[in-house]
């Protein structure tokens, strides 16, 4: 079992590097990096935009150094009403829709797997052609009444449980691992719940860091359920209200052109937050959390399974 | 239980949204408060489509609705929100829009919140508030064709129809960077044509002076592009035309052209702009930029002309700026007539307020709407539109009983980020700003009491006396010694006042909106394209192409329905100008 | 014995599909069920007003779009544009799959771990904002023109961003800029599943990094690149509409408006709730006929059905 530790990187090394090998590292470092550097320049834009001076960022005079530094925009967001709950709200959201989602997901995907299942390709074409569906927005809504579920904080987490992408993607990935393994379980008369448990869900981590990923992204940027089904401040995500701050600057700006000169004087001008530096203030505060929590993923794919070690 | 027997109650609802009404039809049944019994706080929602803000109504604004009502306003802005018509459509769907409902009754909106059920009849209610006497013919107008009054109105106005309804400065008019025009020696400008050439000498001086090349005479952006190139109708509102759909009709009635006819003031317009870009007077950036890329370029002063004194002068025009001469003014041309808009002694009907049908404590509720058009209440409530606010915080009558603003007053009005006294709600003045956006009556009607000045305190003496600057002294100067550009406009005969009315466009088939949309991107992008080509032969080939393709798609059609509906708003604007005269 | 076993394993078969039954009931609650609301599409509903007092107008939306010539054209200019630009996007879906295979081939722990944490940014940079680093960037003004001006490359600014040659490319190039980085996840993870006893064999058998590349990778992954691309044919007609509506001017519209934003240009998302519950309907209906016929060719073509 030594071999299994050994990854690629050390197998390949003990051959002599041929010619190509280099030319192949040096270019394939070289790419990733540049594209990476092109990757990381808008965000970097935003960042120096949101701490110069708002009317230099609005000309779009701010390209790679910031200058008039100031705060008052990561200010101005963190005083918003009611951000320390909407945070918790989301981060209640994010934590439990993904715990949920991903269990669900890991579970049906296995259970799609059993052949022996009663009417299988039935079950798993009714869930994936959901995807294709979009009811409409009165439907969701009298639905969601209908069931209570509006202004709670389980509209958030019960409609997204079953996610077709995400099984569909777990699914794949089961049946592509070898078969013997869960054949000697059966064999041995383990029931399904141990072999889900027990010998699929441990194999999986890789695709279920994925799906949860995606999952948690997907709770974490989402501001448009609280938009349709909440009203109860108290239960509004973070996203929601971020959004509703930007759609506010957008509208007060609509708001000069209505009202002419009357509302707003110059000086009340001067100082205000254009619509664009609050968005990417906005964004520059969502996105960073994501990348705080990513890398803590990505050591699930990095590792790569052994197969082998599980059977003994 | 109770959960129950609503959710038993929501899904007989949902079966009858799909077949049947929903709400009640009940009226005025239950009146849970007697007038003045307002022990019991309530919070009302408020479904609002003019607000500028989601969530509780707070500052001092809700403490004067506090303590006058003990009511909360808990405000759900459609427009905050998002999602366009998201809210709207929801909530109706399921029969409760709000307990106090501001909406724009257009498109028959309003008929069909009445047949829907959803907004209650508050005749009851209003009985013996002074509202129901003083703005009598308002309501009735507001609620004409209903059985009722389910509706208050909105920009209820003492002044005639044919009084402008706006302030010191109108809604659309040329304003340049004053200062190099004084540097020119103040050319004079007789027609659109004599203006392109002055902005060009603008142009070429302002970049020597400044030395940069990002100087321009025009910049336009097309986030406000609708039936037509907002950028190009702009001077068409210059010489007394308005949109109505793809009908320029113009303030008095005497004509009523398609927008593409080859000598309507829109295709003039587009021509003109042509020609500025040959000239190279039009900013690269115009195709791409949105507001806020523009608006800053005003707020450096980088654009030499504006069709609006709010994107101009409220950007650049700071006390800085103008104190060193530096500004935008309004820069007459001799052939102009400024369209503006005439008070509506009848109410704007395009808007109103009503109750909702779930309100709990409706009599509560209309007294509050009632206040809204009290003297008090439109200066506190209208605040945000450029009311005065409290007397006594804010402003307060000298010994002559003239009004002036207080110290407290100059620094937090029109709305700035200044600390309210503890007496009055604490706060910052700018957030305690009534959040409703709805101008009950017009700001240009006399306030009692002020004595005999209007509630739009940048009318007053002592407010023009205070802001005088010495950009202003040379531009007033130049214009006979008028104290605002309405002043000017008004003495040279340069405005053109359609009277107020309560028309409105009437219904419209789906059809025809769906025709329209595809007509309205045509002509916008045939616009664009237009003043951007290269040159004549390839301007001419996009008229004819962008011609072709609007009529193809049913452009005669929408104009038939417009030009009728430009003869009907003439008719009525004929009607309310007799009214007037008798 | 034989007859026991067969009823033994009905019987496990429909204890399996008891557990998945709940779920089950959940994606009806939400899913089917709501699609009663399809019954919109068939009448002229106008908010606020119940549906029982709008007219039924049958087909009208439905035909709507075909009513006359100019119309007619129009359509086919936008599918056109619909078809270019999904094909393109079908034809380079496989790039995040070299991406994640490429990357692999990195042996620097750390710096894998930074390429792969920061290409997945730009998916989070809404649209709206990267057209503003796109303004930026590329308008007449912009720092490429000016750049380029300031050093007498050319004397007059290009137009990026406002003329209508190359649009399909150019909107293909945003869209793999943010979405290449995010679409590798799947195969970075699928890669970590593949047996490291394949390649121990295969470096035995004396293969170098390419062969392991070629012959172990990429047959690794097809499965999930299988899916991924009958996904994105069945997605035939739902381009999304933020990227092209930022990036959309009049004079790159003739190329730029996919079906998703010809529906919302023309008014009509917010204005007609019949008509955009119509199209929805149309596009579900013509996704699932394509996600047919994929599973019909990958049986076919592959022996096994991906749905």
């Known amino acids: 079992m030594k071999g299994n530790k050994l990854d690629n990187a050390s197998s390949a090394a003990k051959y002599k590097l041929s010619a190509g090998d280099k030319v192949f590292s040096v270019i394939n470092y070289l790419v990733f990096g540049i594209f990476t550097l092109i990757c990381i320049y808008p965000f970097y834009y935003m960042i120096i935009n949101t701490i110069s001076a708002n009317d230099l960022s609005a000309a779009g005079d701010i390209r790679f150094l910031p200058s008039g530094i100031h705060f008052s925009n990561y200010q101005a967001l963190l005083s918003l009403n009611g951000l320390g709950t909407a945070a918790l709200v989301s981060i209640g959201k994010t934590v439990i829709g993904t715990v949920t989602t991903v269990l669900a997901t890991a579970f049906l995907g296995f259970m799609f797997t059993q052949e022996r299942m009663w009417?299988?390709?039935?079950?798993?074409?009714?869930?994936?052609?959901?995807?294709?569906?979009?009811?409409?927005?009165?439907?969701?809504?009298?639905?969601?009444?209908?069931?209570?579920?509006?202004?709670?904080?389980?509209v958030y987490i019960i409609p997204g449980i079953v996610q077709p992408f995400n099984i569909i993607l777990v699914k794949t990935y089961i049946e592509s691992l070898p078969k013997s393994v869960q054949e000697a379980a059966e064999i041995d008369g383990a029931g399904v719940f141990r072999r889900f448990w027990q010998i699929t869900l441990p194999v999986c981590t890789p695709i279920l860091a994925t799906v949860a990923i995606f999952a948690a992204v997907g709770q974490w940027n989402s501001y448009q359920d609280t938009l349709i089904y909440i009203t109860d401040q108290k239960l509004y995500s973070l996203q929601y209200l971020l959004y509703t701050y930007i759609n506010q600057a957008s509208s007060l700006a609509a708001m000069v052109r209505n009202t002419g000169m009357q509302g707003m004087s110059a000086a009340a001008l001067a100082t205000q937050q254009t619509p664009t530096s609050i968005q990417m203030t906005v964004s520059v505060v969502v996105v960073l959390p994501i990348l705080c929590i990513y890398p803590i993923f990505q050591r699930y794919f990095v590792k790569g399974i052994m197969i082998g070690s599980v059977k003994g | 239980?109770?959960?129950?027997?609503?959710?038993?109650?929501?899904?007989?609802?949902?079966?009858?949204?799909?077949?049947?009404?929903?709400?009640?039809?009940?009226?005025?049944?239950?009146?849970?408060?007697?007038?003045?019994?307002?022990?019991?706080?309530?919070?009302?929602?408020?479904?609002?489509?003019?607000?500028?803000?989601?969530?509780?109504?707070?500052?001092?604004?809700?403490?004067?609705?506090?303590?006058?009502?003990?009511?909360?306003?808990?405000?759900?802005?459609?427009?905050?929100?998002?999602?366009?018509?998201?809210?709207?459509?929801?909530?109706?769907?399921?029969?409760?829009?709000?307990?106090?409902?501001?909406?724009?009754?257009?498109?028959?909106?309003?008929?069909?919140?009445?047949?829907?059920?959803?907004?209650?009849?508050?005749?009851?209610?209003?009985?013996?508030?002074?509202?129901?006497?003083?703005?009598?013919?308002?309501?009735?107008?507001?609620?004409?064709?209903?059985?009722?009054?389910?509706?208050?109105?909105?920009?209820?106005?003492?002044?005639?129809?044919?009084?402008?309804?706006?302030?010191?400065?109108?809604?659309?008019?040329?304003?340049?960077?004053?200062?190099?025009?004084?540097?020119?020696?103040?050319?004079?400008?007789?027609?659109?044509?004599?203006?392109?050439?002055?902005?060009?000498?603008?142009?070429?001086?302002?970049?020597?002076?400044?030395?940069?090349?990002?100087?321009?005479?025009?910049?336009?952006?097309?986030?406000?592009?609708?039936?037509?190139?907002?950028?190009?109708?702009?001077?068409?509102?210059?010489?007394?035309?308005?949109?109505?759909?793809?009908?320029?009709?113009?303030?008095?009635?005497?004509?009523?052209?398609?927008?593409?006819?080859?000598?309507?003031?829109?295709?003039?317009?587009?021509?003109?702009?042509?020609?500025?870009?040959?000239?190279?007077?039009?900013?690269?950036?115009?195709?791409?930029?949105?507001?806020?890329?523009?608006?800053?370029?005003?707020?450096?002063?980088?654009?030499?002309?504006?069709?609006?004194?709010?994107?101009?002068?409220?950007?650049?025009?700071?006390?800085?700026?103008?104190?060193?001469?530096?500004?935008?003014?309004?820069?007459?041309?001799?052939?102009?007539?400024?369209?503006?808009?005439?008070?509506?002694?009848?109410?704007?009907?395009?808007?109103?307020?009503?109750?909702?049908?779930?309100?709990?404590?409706?009599?509560?509720?209309?007294?509050?709407?009632?206040?809204?058009?009290?003297?008090?209440?439109?200066?506190?409530?209208?605040?945000?539109?450029?009311?005065?606010?409290?007397?006594?915080?804010?402003?307060?009558?000298?010994?002559?009983?003239?009004?002036?603003?207080?110290?407290?007053?100059?620094?937090?009005?029109?709305?700035?980020?200044?600390?309210?006294?503890?007496?009055?709600?604490?706060?910052?003045?700018?957030?305690?700003?009534?959040?409703?956006?709805?101008?009950?009556?017009?700001?240009?009607?006399?306030?009692?009491?002020?004595?005999?000045?209007?509630?739009?305190?940048?009318?007053?003496?002592?407010?023009?006396?205070?802001?005088?600057?010495?950009?202003?002294?040379?531009?007033?100067?130049?214009?006979?010694?008028?104290?605002?550009?309405?002043?000017?406009?008004?003495?040279?005969?340069?405005?053109?006042?359609?009277?107020?009315?309560?028309?409105?466009?009437?219904?419209?088939?789906?059809?025809?909106?769906?025709?329209?949309?595809?007509?309205?991107?045509?002509?916008?992008?045939?616009?664009?394209?237009?003043?951007?080509?290269?040159?004549?032969?390839?301007?001419?080939?996009?008229?004819?192409?962008?011609?072709?393709t609007a009529k193809g798609l049913g452009y005669d059609d929408c104009l038939k329905i417009d030009m009728q509906n430009a003869k009907d708003q003439t008719a009525a604007r004929q009607a309310a100008k007799e009214l007037d005269a008798e | 014995m034989n007859k026991l076993g067969m009823s033994a394993k009905k019987a496990t078969g429909f204890k399996y599909f008891l557990w998945i039954l709940p779920f089950m009931i959940l994606v009806f609650l939400f899913s089917y069920f709501p699609l009663h609301g399809w019954i919109y599409s068939f009448y002229d509903y106008k908010p606020p007003r119940s549906l029982s007092d709008c007219d039924f107008v049958g087909l009208y939306w439905f035909k709507m779009l075909f009513s006359n010539k100019t119309q007619v054209a129009q359509l086919i200019q936008v599918m056109k544009n619909t078809f270019a630009m999904s094909l393109l996007g079908i034809m380079t879906s496989i790039f995040p799959l070299f991406f994640a295979v490429f990357l692999n081939e990195i042996k620097n722990k750390k710096f894998k771990t930074f390429v792969q944490t920061f290409t997945t940014l730009p998916n989070f940079i809404s649209w709206v904002l990267v057209f503003s680093v796109a303004f930026a960037l590329f308008s007449s003004n912009g720092m490429v023109n000016n750049f380029l001006m300031d050093n007498n490359f050319i004397t007059e600014p290009i137009k990026f961003l406002d003329s209508d040659t190359h649009t399909y490319l150019k909107m293909l190039f945003w869209s793999m800029w943010k979405g290449l980085g995010w679409g590798s996840i799947i195969y970075l993870s699928s890669?970590?599943?593949?047996?490291?006893?394949?390649?121990?064999?295969?470096?035995?058998?004396?293969?170098?990094?390419?062969?392991?590349?070629?012959?172990?990778?990429?047959?690794?992954?097809?499965?999930?690149?299988?899916?991924?691309?009958?996904?994105?044919?069945?997605?035939?007609?739902?381009?999304?509409?933020?990227?092209?509506?930022?990036?959309?001017?009049?004079?790159?519209?003739?190329?730029?408006?996919?079906?998703?934003?010809?529906?919302?240009?023309?008014?009509?998302?917010?204005?007609?709730?019949?008509?955009?519950?119509a199209i929805s309907m149309l596009k579900s209906i013509i996704s699932v006929a394509l996600l047919t016929v994929c599973n019909l060719v990958s049986k076919a073509v592959r022996g096994e059905t991906i749905v």
């Open chain 2, 1 to 548: 239980m109770k959960k129950r027997i609503v959710s038993l109650a929501m899904c007989a609802l949902m079966m009858t949204s799909v077949f049947a009404g929903c709400g009640s039809k009940s009226a005025s049944t239950a009146s849970a408060s007697a007038k003045g019994d307002y022990s019991k706080e309530i919070t009302l929602d408020v479904y609002d489509d003019f607000a500028n803000y989601n969530g509780e109504q707070s500052g001092w604004f809700a403490k004067v609705v506090k303590d006058k009502f003990n009511i909360k306003l808990n405000i759900i802005a459609p427009n905050v929100a998002g999602g366009g018509d998201t809210l709207f459509q929801t909530r109706t769907a399921a029969g409760d829009l709000g307990d106090l409902i501001l909406v724009g009754t257009s498109n028959g909106r309003l008929d069909d919140l009445v047949d829907a059920g959803l907004v209650i009849d508050m005749t009851d209610y209003m009985q013996g508030q002074d509202v129901v006497t003083q703005y009598k013919d308002a309501i009735d107008a507001a609620n004409e064709g209903l059985d009722g009054m389910y509706a208050m109105p909105y920009s209820c106005s003492s002044d005639s129809a044919t009084t402008p309804s706006e302030g010191t400065e109108p809604t659309f008019g040329p304003y340049v960077r004053w200062d190099y025009y004084a540097e020119l020696g103040y050319p004079e400008v007789t027609d659109l044509n004599s203006l392109l050439d002055v902005l060009e000498d603008m142009q070429k001086l302002a970049r020597e002076e400044e030395g940069t090349d990002d100087i321009y005479a025009f910049s336009f952006f097309k986030d406000w592009d609708g039936n037509m190139m907002n950028n190009a109708k702009q001077p068409c509102c210059m010489y007394g035309y308005d949109e109505l759909g793809f009908v320029l009709s113009k303030y008095d009635g005497s004509e009523d052209i398609s927008i593409l006819d080859e000598d309507s003031p829109y295709m003039d317009v587009v021509k003109l702009y042509y020609e500025a870009n040959q000239r190279g007077l039009v900013d690269p950036d115009s195709t791409t930029q949105n507001y806020d890329i523009m608006s800053s370029k005003y707020a450096e002063g980088k654009i030499l002309f504006c069709p609006w004194p709010w994107a101009s002068k409220s950007y650049f025009n700071t006390q800085e700026n103008t104190a060193a001469g530096k500004g935008y003014e309004m820069l007459p041309i001799d052939d102009m007539k400024i369209f503006s808009y005439g008070a509506y002694p009848q109410g704007d009907t395009s808007r109103a307020i009503c109750i909702g049908s779930q309100a709990e404590d409706p009599q509560r509720i209309a007294d509050f709407i009632a206040w809204l058009y009290t003297p008090e209440g439109i200066e506190c409530n209208e605040q945000g539109n450029g009311a005065q606010g409290p007397q006594g915080l804010t402003w307060d009558v000298d010994e002559n009983g003239k009004p002036y603003l207080t110290e407290f007053g100059k620094k937090a009005l029109p709305s700035n980020d200044v600390t309210v006294p503890d007496e009055w709600g604490g706060g910052s003045w700018k957030d305690g700003v009534s959040a409703l956006n709805f101008q009950c009556v017009n700001l240009q009607d006399i306030d009692p009491n002020t004595g005999s000045d209007k509630y739009n305190y940048t009318t007053w003496e002592s407010y023009l006396a205070d802001a005088s600057t010495p950009l202003e002294e040379d531009w007033s100067a130049h214009m006979d010694g008028a104290k605002t550009t309405m002043e000017y406009l008004e003495s040279h005969d340069m405005l053109g006042v359609a009277p107020g009315t309560t028309y409105s466009t009437p219904t419209e088939d789906s059809n025809i909106s769906t025709i329209r949309g595809q007509v309205k991107t045509t002509i916008v992008d045939g616009t664009w394209k237009m003043i951007f080509a290269s040159n004549d032969k390839e301007y001419e080939n996009l008229k004819k192409e962008m011609i072709d």
């Open chain 3, 191 to 277: 890669i970590a599943s593949i047996d490291q006893e394949l390649y121990e064999a295969a470096s035995i058998d004396g293969a170098g990094r390419f062969q392991k590349m070629k012959y172990i990778t990429i047959p690794e992954l097809m499965p999930t690149f299988f899916v991924m691309l009958m996904m994105s044919v069945s997605n035939f007609l739902n381009n999304g509409m933020d990227q092209y509506y930022v990036f959309q001017n009049s004079f790159n519209k003739e190329h730029i408006q996919v079906l998703d934003l010809y529906v919302y240009n023309i008014g009509m998302t917010g204005s007609s709730y019949s008509l955009a519950t």
């Open chain 1, 119 to 154: 009417k299988r390709k039935f079950w798993y074409r009714y869930v994936v052609i959901i995807m294709y569906f979009n009811a409409g927005l009165i439907p969701m809504f009298i639905t969601m009444k209908t069931l209570g579920l509006t202004n709670t904080f389980w």
